[in-house]
């Protein structure tokens, strides 16, 4: 199963060395989203990154960014929903509804299913999805390795979303919170969650 982490909305400092941890301790792919931020902005973070860690970047918003700087890929959403002409690459997407992933799945490398469970990071930010339609959804193979779960994501919910053959688990705000431990209490939690992801 894939590990994604999509960064904190807001810039903090030592951003680029905890996005490193992050990449070193098993993350497979962050997901650079900064809604309100400027080009400039992520830029600057991506220049503290090395190349090998920008690999494994996907971009949201700021598509300009990801071929100078050797990104993985570029992450639609309802703010930038097509993709650029010049762009051939890794392409990701958002998506709220399983209709949703009937339409974009096959044009993607995986798509987002959100919110799975109620938020982390945002209040009364709750769950879209009953069991039994994520069960049902599955079943129907509406739900594959191409379909990553997001919102309210955690290592102890990580088994449930196995069972129901998702792809990856993206996590935010499990994770972000990290960024304020000492740094080896973040590598011995990060730790514990590549054991619950990767099994």
Request: hydrophobic share 40%; glycine share 8%; charged share 20%.
């Amino acid at each position: 199963m894939l590990w994604l982490v999509i960064t904190s909305p807001t810039f903090f400092d030592g951003e680029a060395q905890f996005l490193h941890r992050l990449l070193a301790h098993g993350v497979d792919i962050v997901h650079l989203r900064k809604p309100g931020a400027a080009a400039d902005d992520c830029a600057k973070l991506l220049d503290g990154l090395s190349t090998d860690d920008r690999q494994r970047i996907v971009i949201h918003d700021f598509f300009e960014l990801a071929r100078p700087y050797g990104l993985r890929g570029i992450h639609l959403n309802a703010r930038r929903c097509t993709v650029p002409d010049s762009w051939h690459g890794h392409v990701s997407r958002s998506c709220h509804s399983l209709e949703e992933v009937k339409r974009y799945k096959g044009a993607c490398n995986y798509v987002f299913l959100s919110p799975i469970f109620d938020s982390v990071s945002k209040q009364g930010y709750a769950s879209a999805f009953t069991d039994n339609t994520l069960k049902q959804a599955s079943c129907d193979g509406i739900i594959d390795n191409k379909v990553v779960a997001l919102g309210g994501v955690t290592p102890d919910k990580v088994n449930y979303l196995r069972q129901l053959n998702f792809g990856g688990a993206a996590m935010l705000g499990c994770v972000n919170n990290l960024a304020a431990l000492p740094e080896s209490r973040q590598a011995e939690t990060l730790e514990c969650i590549k054991q619950s992801v990767k099994g």
